[in-house]
């Protein structure tokens, strides 16, 4: 009987057990790959947002570990605007207010009526701002559809009634859970007067060596003093940077990894127990095999090679399950856009790396202990 033979007879020698451990394997793997699609698909849809808009940068205020907190003068938009390479540049107002309905609160953007931004919003119901309304307000897709407002309803706000003129859908999953207004009316809403959040940057297209150029507004902008020659204290980024450091982005990788890590510890105790158990079963047979001539190492490499196979079988069911829970997920509207089975390639690798961890980790030290057996006292076990 050839190796390769004689490893997959033991691995079938005990079925219900190696379902039982594939399974376990497959839920581990389902989890990591799963969630870390989840949370990638959030990512890519942040910053296809800002693409979708042209948007090259991001400047907030220095410093802050919210960039929800940051707090800047919109008249700063004008020294922006000045420097060279700058093409246009967007001013936006995000905070949370309670809408009827809702438990928790809503977030709510506030741009100016001639914003670039609306650009990339598909207004598929109603109209966009205009600069004569009073108490008007946009919903996104997944926010109307919650609240099951249409064109002409009124939804409280902070209180007060707003008249509903328009439903935007973006390409980004937060924004269709979001509300938009004016920016002076957000401004006064939150008693904030003449200062917004962020400003998004859009660099000129036909710059030359735009990399460079990326680096020098950047300075430039960070640079920038009030009239008594103080620094504004202002951090721009680029928009891969800015997403990614983004609050809500660090904190659901970080949720995801230690939720796969933990899947990951119990699939890798079930492969441990399986192996030892495994082990212990074949013992007299280890014992012949190291009689008849079989080296140590031959004796390592057969035990974890069953491992590997079982973490191998085992991630492949997992992609599968996570491919299928994605999918579900999708279904439901408040979901929707944000893992959307956007599971890639690299995402799936990383699935099989740790299902291949699952197994070294679990095999190594039955394979160790197999190992070193000495084979008389292996051929007398009971």
Known sequence: MVFPEFVLKNVLRRKFRTVLTTVGV??????????????????????????????????????????????????????????????????????????????????????????????????????????????VVMLGTTLAEQLGKRIGDEVEIERKPYKVVGIFESNNMLEDRKALIKLSDLQEMMDQPGHVNRFEIALDKNIPNREASMLQVRKAVEGLTDEESKPLGLLAQQTKDFVEGDNQVRIAGAMAWITSAIALIV??????????????????EIGILRAIGWRKTRIIRMIMVEAFSLSIFGAAAGTLLAFALISV????????????????????AIGFGMSLLVGLVGGAYPALRGASLPPTEALRYE
């Open 329 to 348: 997920l999708t279904r439901f509207p408040v979901a929707q856009r944000f893992g959307s089975g956007q599971m890639t390639l690299d995402i799936v």
């Open 267 to 284: 699939g890798a105790i079930g492969m441990l127990n399986t192996m030892i158990v495994s082990v212990l079963e074949r013992t007299q």
């Open 26 to 135: 497959a839920v581990a793997i389902a989890a990591v790959v799963a969630l870390l699609s989840i949370t990638r698909g959030y990512e890519r849809s942040s910053k296809a947002a800002y693409s979708l808009r042209g948007v090259d940068m991001v400047v907030t205020r220095a410093q802050l570990a919210n960039h929800a907190t940051s707090s800047l003068d919109e008249g700063i938009v004008k020294k922006i605007e000045q420097i060279p390479g700058v093409e246009r540049v967007a001013m936006s107002l995000l905070n949370s207010v309670s809408i009827e309905g809702i438990e928790g609160g809503v977030q709510i953007m506030g741009w100016p009526v001639d914003s670039f931004a609306f650009n990339s919003l598909k207004v598929v119901g109603g109209r966009g701002l205009q600069r004569d309304d009073v108490q």
